[in-house]
């Protein structure tokens, strides 16, 4: 056993002995739209020093390579974003892993939606971890980066295992490293260690999954890296994985008899990067092995009987952001209910995203070195989304009246247009900017318009709260202002 996780029959029907603390009273809505004016604070710390990096040089020469001089050597960090809380108070940690191939990206890119969550109630983290920096990976790095056009195809010179392997599996390393020096620092930032969400999209997404599967005789079965780079250290506490867009080099990682894990994970079937089911990497031909897509991964797990969310994007590529608006629903809520709660589910969701997508043209095009149609759905039981949260929390469609409520709200503001609110019922409406800041409250009573002056909104996204008196309804809405 890898980990040590609470039995399948505990897991099922004792939610509540997770944690000392009761994340699972659903008549709340945390985790899901926020709290009253949740206030968070932010941290950046480093959570590892002179770490070897991935580069042409000797590792056993130390961090400065004698005679020329040049370091070799690196700091990682970390962003954390956690709610203000009482002394002794914890809440579950999400670590978000970023994606780019093990030679590209950095921690910002989910620095957005780290922040996003802790307003929800989380301690979320998005961290740095080692990244390729050897010749052929800054050559390919640099073409892919800077030339869209000859991506994924730039990919494919590279040496899988000697780049790629390497690079995964010191990037699992750094992500055990992450999550345990937050579970050894979790007073600092009321953390509770026994509830760990780790998450990414692409590679971080890849890294994630190995952070909950992986042994260190399945890794040594890839590659020799534990005498260079070290053993993995699996962490304890993982209670759920977030992969988006990613993949596992063999499903079979994920043994029917420990880590009982959910995983929820967002796939298209046009995704010309990372392939929905199972096909070479980066579609590389014979040049690269064969990995295991969501698809696949899900298939693993409902014939374990591991409990899981499959959200298909049919037309969908490596770019989930098209369909973030229905999934990103779907996953708070299977977090909190799956994950925390122990509420076993085994759901596959196929979205339709409109035809024309420029990724299922080139999954299909000559760009790539191996092109083929979409794959279809994988055969797995579908049914519809869920489409939000339980009452009383699910959020207020955008500039549609709220059920029993009749909240009408415009959702996105443009420069000397004010933001428009009308209510029928009594309702007390906030205004966040997506920091946590309080901008605006109102009390408007039945039947009235709330205007609220487009210089009062922080540009790009803030979040509206109306809270529907004498219902116990809250409702959530992101506004946009341009």
């Known amino acids: 056993m890898k980990k040590h996780l609470l039995p399948v029959l505990l897991a099922l029907f004792l939610p509540a002995t997770f944690s000392a603390q009761n994340y699972c009273d659903f008549n709340d809505c945390l985790f899901w739209n926020g709290q009253q004016g949740q206030a968070i604070d932010s941290a950046t710390v480093n959570y590892a020093t002179n770490q070897w990096s991935i580069d042409e040089w000797n590792n056993a020469a130390g961090c400065v390579v004698p005679i020329v001089d040049v370091p070799q050597c690196e ?6 974003f956690f709610p203000l809380l009482p002394a002794g108070e914890k809440r579950p940690l999400v670590v978000l892993i970023h994606g780019g191939a093990f030679i590209g990206g950095n921690r910002a890119q989910f620095r957005n939606q780290a922040r996003e969550l802790a307003r929800l109630g989380y301690v979320a983290v998005t961290i740095s971890y080692r990244l390729c ?27 899988f295992w000697s780049d790629f392997g390497t690079g995964a599996y010191v990037a699992t390393v750094d992500a055990n490293n992450a999550i345990r020096f937050l579970q050894n620092n979790a007073a600092a ?11 990414g999209f692409s590679a971080g997404a890849w890294t994630a999954m190995h952070v909950a599967f992986l042994d260190q005789d399945e890794a040594d079965g890839m590659g020799s890296w534990k005498g260079v780079w070290g053993p993995l250290n699996p962490v304890s506490g993982i209670k ?10 063999d499903t079979t990682f994920i043994d029917p008899d420990e880590n009982y894990i959910p995983v929820f994970t967002v796939h298209g079937t046009c995704d010309p990067t990372v392939c929905y089911r199972h096909d070479a990497a980066f579609h590389c031909n014979a040049a690269y092995p064969k990995i295991y897509g969501g698809g696949d991964i899900s298939t693993r797990l409902h014939h374990n009987g591991n409990p899981y969310y499959l959200f298909t994007g049919q037309n969908l590529g490596h770019d989930i ?32 995203v409109a035809a024309g997508n420029s990724e ?3 999954l299909q095009g000559p760009l790539l070195q191996y092109s083929h149609a979409p794959h279809p759905p994988v055969n797995l ?5 869920w489409g939000g949260f339980p009452a009383p929390c699910s959020p207020v469609p955008a500039g549609e009246p709220a059920p029993d409520a009749g909240i009408r709200i415009s959702h996105t ?11 029928a019922s009594p309702a007390v409406i906030s205004v966040f900017d997506m920091h946590g800041r309080l901008l605006l409250r109102e009390i408007v009573d039945a039947g009235g318009l709330l205007e609220v002056p487009a210089e009062m909104l922080e540009p790009g996204a803030n979040i509206l709260q109306a809270e529907i008196q004498g219902t116990g309804r809250v409702f959530v809405q992101k506004i946009m202002r341009l």
């Open 75 to 80: 700091n990682l960090a970390l962003e954390v």
């Open 133 to 159: 920096k050897r010749n052929n990976c800054l050559t390919l790095g640099w073409l892919s980066y800077n030339d869209s056009w000859l991506t994924p195809a730039a990919l494919c010179g590279l040496n």
């Open 189 to 199: 930032y009321h953390i509770d260690p026994e509830n760990v969400i780790v998450g």
């Open 240 to 249: 759920g994985v977030l992969c988006l867009g990613g993949a596992m080099y």
């Open 321 to 352: 952001a098209p369909a973030g608006n229905a999934w990103n629903l779907d996953m708070l809520r299977f977090m909190r209910e799956t994950m925390l709660c122990g509420q076993y589910t085994q759901k596959h969701s196929v979205y339709p």
């Open 360 to 362: 299922c043209v080139t």
């Open 381 to 385: 039981p579908s049914s519809a989304l």
């Open 413 to 423: 503001v443009t420069r000397g247009a004010p933001l428009r609110i009308e209510t």
